[in-house]
């Protein structure tokens, strides 16, 4: 028999059930509304909300040093740069020995201050203290070799000067969070900038251009290296100016500076003595009183003044060591230095018109350079009979050789203002210049140097270089020391140019206190021992700043030749 | 209605598993970056290094001894010529610089 399967009966859910499932789906959909609600406004929240920045939680201080431009000289070559460095810091609170520690790191950094880390380290509180910054590679090893927990290192800038102290009077300084503190690396914070960083990052500014070239500086230094062994004097300094364009080629200054050891620029000793002293240089001053009495219509180069009887000015007479015994021309009076010939044209101009060429000329005023301001002048108080005869042959009035020496190339280049610069010469930019004394005055004196050297008693003679037409002007002046002058300490200095036919290029070379030796026949004088130094310095130098020899010259002409220089052919 | 759920469902998954593999693609993609610009980095530095040795081998007061120890010396004078008899020598070019010799 067949049992007929009744239909199923519905599963119904039973009462309790029945009457509480509105109220559960309700609350679940309410519940889940509620949610997706919350999640919905927290993320329109979040999005319409401006964050701060996420800040730093950890206590280290975040040390900021600077990334600066490279420098490089007038060719390219690289004079600064920025380079990576570990600098090692401390962790006191993970340090478990400090006793340890610093005994260990004194084996490596000898130098180190043992107290100071010491006390440092015993502060746990702390958890970042510098231990040295700067370190090399190879002590970065030797550290990390030791295996002390708690020191760990961090990569900075650290400048490096890869030429050494070539120049390192005009690069200056950085400290030790890598900012300029002197020179040209001061020049670079204030006015190109320099970039604060948080961890090695190279600069990716244009490199800095000076108008330095490596080669004539190092031709320089050397030369000036000889000479202070040769005369067995004290320092010396020297200057290769561009009389057209104010750029300065090359500015040395013995005892040296090392830029990459910034604490031995405060030494006095060390000064740059181009720029940061002021001396009085005495004849080389001439070249100035000469070419105020040709520019002022006093004379003319052939006018003759009678010399002989010395100069008194109140308790002072002036005379000339080695006396002509005649009547000199103005050119004459040059090439033999006659103080008392340089005193006269300056009585006959009057202490106003000196005042006021000198003035003309930027010596009365203070100066700047990219690398800082240059030592101002110091004047005399009064300028009665006394000091303008002084003045005529550079006493009583101090000014700073690259002062003077842009006095002197702004009469050496035709009569056109120079402003000293450090920094390549861009076209357009020496729209500043103005006339300051005629093309003849400018053509006498030009001259009148060359006389000084080619003639057979001119003091300059030992400056001459065989096919580069050299002119120039000595100067040997008594240092005072203690209010008087020292008749045994000398500043000896020649202030020359070259080629003559057009003059390009201006030499100022200086001797502090050389002493007479067999070569100069015991004397200390410019002529025996500065104007050899410019000699030796122009024959290295004249062929690196493409100056054509007489022989060229004479085939090609000037013009030829200047216009194969400017097109570096 | 059964389709559409099957469909979305799987769309979901899809969806779902092509978020997550990009969020890899995009951190793996980030660490990639993050080793380019640590090795350029590393690349800038050692260029900074290098040229910095460069310079410091160069240096004149490094080359000048040892140019001198081989025995050259500053040119003089009349070791220099005018351009056209350079052109000459640079072309070796004996008959110019006879006829140059000759005119002078």
């Not at chain 1, 760990?152 to 030429?163: H, I």
């Not at chain 1, 004047?379 to 050789?401: C, F, K």
């Not at chain 1, 280049?413 to 729209?431: F, H, R």
């Not at chain 1, 410019?534 to 100056?547: D, E, W």
Request: glycine share 8%.
């Amino acid at each position: 028999m067949q049992r007929v399967r009744s239909p199923a009966a519905p599963i119904r859910p039973n009462d309790w059930q029945r009457r509480r499932a509105p109220y559960v789906n309700g609350t679940l959909i309410a519940g889940a509304m509620l949610a997706f609600a919350t999640v919905g406004a927290q993320v329109l929240n979040l999005g319409l909300t401006p964050r701060p920045q996420m800040s730093l939680a950890i206590s280290e201080p975040v040390a900021t040093s600077f990334s600066r431009p490279d420098i490089i000289d007038r060719n390219g070559r690289l004079l600064a740069t920025d380079l990576e460095a570990p600098s090692l810091f401390a962790d006191p609170a993970i340090v478990i020995d400090r006793d340890e520690v610093v005994e260990k790191l004194l084996t490596v950094l000898p130098d180190l201050n043992a107290a100071d880390l010491r006390s440092a380290l015993s502060d746990k509180t702390r958890r970042f203290v510098w231990v040295r910054r700067g370190l090399s590679p190879a002590v970065a090893q030797r550290i990390h070799d030791l295996g002390l927990p708690g020191l760990a290192f961090r990569k900075e800038l650290r400048r490096a000067y890869p030429a050494g102290a070539l120049a390192g009077h005009v690069l200056g300084a950085v400290n030790v969070d890598n900012k300029g503190t002197a020179g040209i690396e001061k020049y670079i914070d204030d006015a190109i900038g320099v970039d604060a960083v948080n961890s090695a990052t190279l600069s990716t500014q244009a490199p800095v251009r000076l108008s330095l070239d490596v080669g004539v500086q190092h031709a320089l230094e050397d030369e000036l290296d000889t000479a202070v062994r040769r005369y067995s004097s004290e320092g010396a300094a020297g200057l290769i100016l561009d009389i057209k364009s104010g750029e300065v080629i090359a500015s040395a200054s013995l005892p040296r500076i090392d830029p990459a050891r910034a604490g031995t620029t405060s030494d006095a000793t060390n000064a740059d003595k181009i720029a940061g002293g002021t001396y009085e240089l005495g004849s080389v001053f001439k070249t100035l009183t000469v070419a105020m009495a040709l520019d002022e219509g006093i004379a003319k180069p052939s006018t003759v003044f009678d010399i002989r009887e010395p100069l008194v000015a109140g308790r002072h007479t002036i005379q000339d060591f080695h006396s002509a015994g005649r009547p000199l021309t103005v050119t004459e009076i040059f090439t033999h230095s006659s103080n008392v010939g340089a005193g006269m044209l300056a009585l006959q101009a009057g202490p106003d018109r000196t005042r006021a060429f000198l003035k003309k000329l930027g010596l009365l005023d203070p100066m700047k350079t990219e690398a800082g301001a240059v030592s101002p002048p110091q004047l005399p108080p009064r300028w009665e009979r006394a000091e303008l005869i002084t003045v005529s042959y550079g006493h009583g009035i101090a000014v700073a050789p690259l002062q003077f020496a842009a006095a002197t190339a702004s009469i050496l280049n035709g009569g056109v203002s120079v402003t000293p610069t450090l920094l390549k010469y861009q076209p357009g930019t020496n729209a500043k210049a103005r006339r300051l004394v005629t093309r003849e005055t400018s053509a006498a004196l030009a001259s009148m140097m060359r006389l000084n050297v080619i003639d057979a008693i001119g003091t300059g003679k030992r400056a001459e270089v065989a096919g580069f037409r050299v002119g120039g002007k000595t100067g040997t002046a008594e240092l005072p020391d203690n209010g008087r002058y020292n008749k045994s300490a000398v500043l000896s200095s020649f202030v020359g140019a070259f080629p003559m036919d057009d003059p390009h290029y201006l030499t100022f070379i200086l001797l502090f206190e050389p002493k007479g030796s067999e070569e100069t026949n015991g004397q200390r004088t410019a002529s025996t021992n500065a104007a050899p130094v410019t000699a030796r310095v122009i024959s290295r130098i004249a062929g690196q700043l493409g100056v054509a020899p007489t022989s060229i010259v004479a085939k090609i002409g000037r013009a030829s030749c200047r216009e194969r220089v400017s097109l570096n052919v | 209605m059964r389709l559409l759920n099957i469909a979305a469902f799987f769309f979901a998954v899809a969806s779902a598993f092509l978020l997550y593999s990009l969020n890899y693609e995009t951190r793996r993609l980030e660490a990639h970056i993050q080793a380019q610009e640590r090795a350029a980095q590393k690349a800038k530095s050692d260029i900074a290094v290098l040229k910095a040795e460069r310079s410091h081998l160069s240096r004149p007061a490094r080359i000048d001894p040892i140019a001198r120890s081989q025995g050259l010396a500053p040119p003089r004078a009349d070791q220099l010529v005018a351009p056209d008899v350079a052109a000459a020598i640079g072309k070796q070019n004996p008959v110019a610089l006879r006829r140059i010799a000759e005119s002078q």
